[in-house]
């Protein structure tokens, strides 16, 4: 069983940076996938971006392709989500997910989700 744990959101301006971070429980998050997801007011949750468990292959959604950076820490059993030059579009619950496989097509284990809030 693995638990995630997301922290970092928060209210900033647009054109602002946010760092996301989701902590894991367990050993096997070093040869997980994990993923970073959004669920914005009416709408259906959609993927953001993954890192694989070695963290040398990144994908990106095209909407935040240039602005948003996943990367993880395998010592410290966390995963990160940078987020710069924020929009007000980008407002949503951000949520963290992992996956033994290197493309899920349904991932096994997710957090809570921590808001963020981009203000125009």
């Known amino acids: 069983q693995v638990q995630l744990v997301e922290s970092g959101g928060g209210l900033v301006q647009a054109g602002g940076s946010l760092r996301l971070s989701c902590a894991a429980s367990?050993?096997?998050?070093?040869?997980?996938?994990m993923g970073w997801f959004r669920q914005a007011p009416g709408k259906e949750r959609e993927f953001v971006a993954r890192?694989?468990?070695?963290?040398?292959?990144?994908y990106y959604t095209d909407s935040v392709k240039g602005r948003f950076t996943i990367s993880r820490d395998n010592a410290k059993n966390t995963a990160y989500l940078q987020m710069n030059s924020l929009k007000p579009e980008d407002t949503a619950v951000y949520y963290c997910?992992?996956?033994?496989?290197?493309?899920?097509?349904?991932?096994?284990?997710w957090g809570q989700g921590t808001q963020v809030t981009v203000s125009s």
């Open positions: 890192i694989w468990y070695s963290g040398t292959d990144t």
């Open positions: 367990g050993r096997a998050f070093p040869f997980y996938t």
């Open positions: 997910a992992s996956d033994p496989s290197l493309a899920p097509a349904s991932w096994k284990y």
